[in-house]
C-alpha cells in the first residue's frame, strides 16, 4: 500500500534544456493519474518508464501554458497508439474549445472516447467518487481561474487472516462479510469473534496538489491534515514582492500553508528559472516547516505512513 508521486516536470514558465514544466503522476490504488501537463510530459512519462495506456483521468489546474501545453500531443499521441479506452479531462471551461479547435482544424479525431469535466474556481467540487477514492478540486487565487486537486483514498475492508480462517475451516463465499468486520458462526452455532480473524487495515492516505497560487490561509482549509501537500514556491525571499504582483509563492509561504493545515510532509516546486541552486527553496521552507522535500524531476515520491521513499527514475545516460 501507499501511494506513488512521479515529478514529471517541476520548473515555471519555460522548458530549459534539462527542466520541465508542471506535471506529475499519481498512482492511487492501482490507478494513474495526470496531475497538469507541460510541454513535453509525454517524454518525460516515456523516461520514466510509465504505460500511458493506464492513465484514464488528467487534471489541469489552470490554462497558464506552463501547466496544459503538453496535453494536445498527449491526446494525439493515445490516438496514434490506437487507444480506446475512454478518458475524462478535468480542467477550465475553455479547455474543451482548445482541444477540440486543434483536432478540428487538423481535420481529425480521436480513437478513443475523451469526456471533459468543467471545475469551478470559487468553491470546493467533487469531481470523482468511488468506492476505493475521492477527488475533489478547491480554488486557488492565482492571475486566472485555478484550482487544486485533492486526492483521498477511503478507508479499505479489514484484512483477513487466512491462516486463522482456514484453520476454523472457515469457507471463501464467507470472507466477505468477515472482511467487513462480522463475526462468523459456524454448524454448530459457535460464533468466532472477529478480532481474531482480521486486522485493521492500513490507514487511507492522501495527497494535495496546490499548483499556481500566492498564499492565502483558505488553502489550509481545504487540505487540513493532508499526508502530502505539493504547494507551488517559485520565488524565495529575496522576490516576495515579484510573488505577490505575479500571484506567486515563496518556499516560506509554501511552508506556512503545510504548516496551518498541519499536514505531514509538504513537496515544494514550480521553481523561478532565476535561480540555478535549488537549494535554497528547501532551506527557507525548512525553517518555517521541517518535513519538506524539493522536487526533483523524474523521482518517485513514495508515501506511506512511516513517511516518503524517494527513487530517481532517470534513465541511464547511454540509454536512448
Ligand atoms: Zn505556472
Ligand atoms: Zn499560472
Same mark, same amino acid.
Given at each position: 500500500?501507499?501511494?506513488?508521486?512521479?515529478?514529471?516536470?517541476?520548473?515555471?514558465?519555460?522548458? =530549459?534544456?534539462?527542466? %520541465?514544466?508542471?506535471?506529475?503522476?499519481?498512482?492511487?490504488?492501482?490507478?494513474?493519474?495526470?496531475?497538469?501537463?507541460?510541454?513535453?510530459?509525454?517524454?518525460?512519462?516515456?523516461?520514466?518508464? =510509465?504505460?500511458?495506456?493506464?492513465?484514464?483521468?488528467?487534471?489541469?489546474?489552470?490554462?497558464?501554458?506552463?501547466?496544459?501545453?503538453?496535453?494536445?500531443?498527449?491526446?494525439?499521441?493515445?490516438?496514434?497508439?490506437?487507444?480506446?479506452?475512454?478518458?475524462?479531462?478535468?480542467?477550465?471551461?475553455?479547455?474543451?474549445?482548445?482541444?477540440?479547435?486543434?483536432?478540428?482544424?487538423?481535420?481529425?479525431?480521436?480513437?478513443?472516447?475523451?469526456?471533459?469535466?468543467?471545475?469551478?474556481?470559487?468553491?470546493?467540487?467533487?469531481?470523482?467518487?468511488?468506492?476505493?477514492? =475521492?477527488?475533489?478540486?478547491?480554488?486557488?487565487?492565482?492571475?486566472?481561474?485555478?484550482?487544486?486537486?485533492?486526492?483521498?483514498?477511503?478507508?479499505?475492508?479489514?484484512?483477513?487472516?487466512?491462516?486463522?480462517?482456514?484453520?476454523?475451516? +472457515?469457507?471463501?463465499?464467507?470472507?466477505?462479510? +468477515?472482511?467487513?468486520?462480522?463475526?462468523?458462526?459456524?454448524?454448530?452455532?459457535?460464533?468466532?469473534?472477529?478480532?481474531?480473524?482480521?486486522?485493521?487495515?492500513?490507514?487511507?492516505?492522501?495527497?494535495?496538489?496546490?499548483?499556481?497560487?500566492?498564499?492565502?490561509?483558505?488553502?489550509?482549509?481545504?487540505?487540513?491534515?493532508?499526508?502530502?501537500?505539493?504547494?507551488?514556491?517559485?520565488?524565495?525571499?529575496?522576490?516576495?514582492?515579484?510573488?505577490?504582483?505575479?500571484?506567486?509563492?515563496?518556499?516560506?509561504?509554501?511552508?506556512?500553508?503545510?504548516?496551518?493545515?498541519?499536514?505531514?510532509?509538504?513537496?515544494?516546486?514550480?521553481?523561478?528559472?532565476?535561480?540555478?541552486?535549488?537549494?535554497? %527553496?528547501?532551506?527557507?521552507?525548512?525553517?518555517?516547516?521541517?518535513?519538506?522535500?524539493?522536487?526533483?524531476?523524474?523521482?518517485?515520491?513514495?508515501?506511506?505512513?512511516?513517511?516518503?521513499? +524517494?527513487?530517481?527514475?532517470?534513465?541511464?545516460?547511454?540509454?536512448?
Amino acid at each position: 500500500m501507499g501511494l506513488d508521486l512521479i515529478i514529471l516536470g517541476a520548473a515555471s514558465a519555460t522548458p =530549459t534544456s534539462n527542466q %520541465f514544466t508542471t506535471a506529475q503522476l499519481l498512482k492511487m490504488r492501482e490507478h494513474y493519474f495526470l496531475i497538469d501537463c507541460g510541454e513535453g510530459t509525454q517524454k518525460q512519462l516515456r523516461r520514466s518508464k =510509465t504505460k500511458f495506456s493506464r492513465i484514464n483521468h488528467i487534471f489541469i489546474s489552470h490554462l497558464h501554458g506552463d501547466h496544459f501545453f503538453g496535453l494536445v500531443g498527449l491526446l494525439s499521441s493515445f490516438h496514434l497508439l490506437g487507444r480506446t479506452a475512454p478518458l475524462t479531462i478535468y480542467g477550465p471551461p475553455k479547455l474543451k474549445d482548445i482541444i477540440l479547435t486543434q483536432f478540428r482544424a487538423a481535420g481529425t479525431f480521436t480513437s478513443y472516447p475523451m469526456h471533459f469535466v468543467v471545475t469551478q474556481h470559487k468553491v470546493p467540487q467533487v469531481l470523482v467518487d468511488t468506492d476505493a477514492y =475521492t477527488i475533489s478540486s478547491f480554488p486557488l487565487k492565482h492571475r486566472i481561474a485555478t484550482t487544486g486537486f485533492l486526492f483521498k483514498e477511503k478507508p479499505l475492508k479489514r484484512t483477513l487472516n487466512k491462516e486463522v480462517a482456514d484453520a476454523h475451516g +472457515i469457507p471463501v463465499c464467507d470472507y466477505h462479510w +468477515i472482511k467487513d468486520g462480522k463475526n462468523w458462526t459456524n454448524d454448530d452455532g459457535e460464533e468466532v469473534q472477529n478480532d481474531l480473524l482480521t486486522s485493521d487495515p492500513p490507514k487511507p492516505l492522501s495527497y494535495a496538489f496546490a499548483s499556481d497560487t500566492m498564499y492565502t490561509a483558505d488553502t489550509a482549509e481545504y487540505v487540513k491534515e493532508v499526508d502530502l501537500l505539493y504547494h507551488e514556491s517559485t520565488f524565495c525571499e529575496d522576490k516576495k514582492a515579484r510573488a505577490k504582483q505575479t500571484m506567486h509563492s515563496t518556499a516560506a509561504q509554501a511552508a506556512t500553508v503545510a504548516k496551518e493545515a498541519a499536514a505531514k510532509h509538504l513537496l515544494i516546486g514550480h521553481y523561478s528559472a532565476r535561480y540555478a541552486d535549488k537549494s535554497k %527553496f528547501e532551506e527557507e521552507a525548512k525553517a518555517v516547516f521541517p518535513n519538506v522535500f524539493a522536487a526533483r524531476e523524474l523521482y518517485q515520491y513514495r508515501l506511506e505512513h512511516s513517511g516518503i521513499k +524517494i527513487k530517481s527514475l532517470a534513465p541511464e545516460k547511454n540509454e536512448k
